[in-house]
């Protein structure tokens, strides 16, 4: 949720020149529940918002492990931990993910759907951190996992001295622990 750019409040001439009691009762009741709404929609946008995995299922967010060539593919996990901060439009996504198997073809690129959609960036500007763990590697030495613009893909990466960075195939079998920090869309919850 982003900051509004304007407040509007409801401005009732006719309730205020009736000179009726219950028409100006009737209008400090609209006006008072607007600035109320105002001031919820602004104290969220400055304190953010938290999702859990393990808070109130409205709040919920697990993260999902998928292959870019093959939608079908289910993975079977041993656990997916996942907590979501968003502050106006800054997304900071933590997450621990093992899995154990899976089911379908794994011809693709490996990657984690996120919470909220990316902004669109022309570019990959939001690069997190990945502690890997079990798999083997697609190429170089580290792994690093980059929010893909415009989509809700957090993209799992391989990195190293001399190596030019190329997409993490999917592995049958691994562990992610990530965090990620990137810009989602406005007016998105």
């Not at 669109?120 to 590697?137: A, D, E, H, L, W």
Request: net charge negative.
């Amino acid at each position: 949720m982003t900051l509004p750019t304007n407040i509007i409040f409801p401005l009732r001439t006719d309730m205020l020149r009736s000179g009726s009691r219950e028409d100006l009762d009737r209008y400090m009741r609209e006006l008072i529940f607007s600035l109320q709404s105002m001031y919820e929609q602004l104290a969220q946008g400055i304190n953010g918002d938290i999702r859990s995995d393990f808070s109130q299922e409205s709040r919920t967010w697990t993260p999902i492990l998928k292959d870019t060539a093959n939608s079908g593919t289910t993975f079977t996990y041993d656990h997916q931990t996942g907590w979501v901060y968003r502050q106006g439009l800054f997304v900071d996504v933590w997450c621990d993910v093992e899995w154990t198997a899976n089911s379908g073809a794994i011809t693709g690129n490996m990657y984690i759907e996120l919470p909220y959609e990316v902004a669109n960036t022309n570019n990959i500007p939001f690069v997190g951190v990945v502690q890997p763990s079990v798999f083997t590697f697609t190429g170089g030495t580290e792994c690093v996992v980059n929010a893909i613009d415009d989509t809700y893909r957090a993209e799992i990466w391989n990195t190293g001295d001399g190596f030019t960075t190329a997409n993490q195939g999917s592995v049958a079998a691994g562990r992610i622990i990530m965090h990620i920090r990137y810009l989602g869309k406005q007016n998105e919850s």
